[in-house]
T-cell receptor, first 115, second 113 residues
């Protein structure tokens, strides 16, 4: 089956620094990728929709200058948390849509801890 | 717009008992509906999905769900709970195909020996 990977699986960074999370579709081309955030003991909230070669569309309340999304190729989208703060600590999950199969697959998630 | 409501943030059943996790949806377009399971510190695993074909959907690990348009429901069931079913379960809706997913608040299933 189709696989979506995320790297790193967990990361600890200091407050004020930036951290990049990668989301890759390993065996299919993903024209669209989605980024979600999950706070402890809460559900997943959609942050943004990323289309290859164009600017991401952010959900209401998500700061686009803080959460930079780049979808430079059909197999890779990146989320950069800029000037991270402890309140950004969360579980970030991406998903990728296989345009040919009309399916969507989720990555394993990245645990971000900001100290 | 789409949304999902999961009734019961915590459900506890005995091993071998019926599992019933409730999900009601709202969608302005024909919905695609999904159930995912999440184990601690892990990602989402797809249990089953409804994409406008058969209304009774069978998934992995003995789970199934029935799409009831009249009730706007997509409840998840399993005839006999196993200890390994203890996890958090999320219902999700996507409108108009595999676009944005909107997740319910989740139901934590506890299975007692």
């Amino acid at each position: 089956g189709a696989v979506v990977s995320q790297h790193p699986s967990w990361v600890i960074c200091k407050s004020g620094t930036s951290v990049k999370i990668e989301c890759r579709s390993l065996d299919f081309q993903a024209t669209t990728m989605f980024w979600y955030r999950q706070f402890p003991k809460q559900s997943l909230m959609l942050m943004a929709t990323s289309n290859e070669g164009s600017k991401a569309t952010y959900e209401q309340g998500v700061e686009k200058d803080k959460f930079l999304i780049n979808h430079a190729s059909l197999t890779l989208s990146t989320l950069t948390v800029t000037s991270a703060h402890p309140e950004d600590s969360s579980f970030y999950i991406c998903s990728a849509r296989d345009g040919r199969a009309y399916e969507q697959y989720f990555g394993p998630g990245t645990r971000l801890t900001v100290t | 717009a789409q949304s999902v409501t999961q009734l019961g943030s915590h459900v506890s059943v005995s091993e071998g008992a019926l599992v019933l996790l409730r999900c009601n949806y709202s969608s302005s377009v024909p919905p695609y509906l999904f159930w995912y399971v999440q184990y601690p510190n892990q990602g989402l695993q797809l249990l089953l999905k409804y994409t406008s074909a058969a209304t009774l959907v069978k998934g992995i690990n003995g789970f199934e769900a029935e799409f009831k348009k009249s009730e706007t429901s997509f409840h998840l069931t399993k005839p006999s709970a196993h200890m390994s079913d203890a996890a958090e379960y999320f219902c999700a809706v996507s409108g108009g195909g595999f676009n944005k997913f909107y997740f319910g608040s989740g139901t934590k299933l506890n299975v007692k020996p």
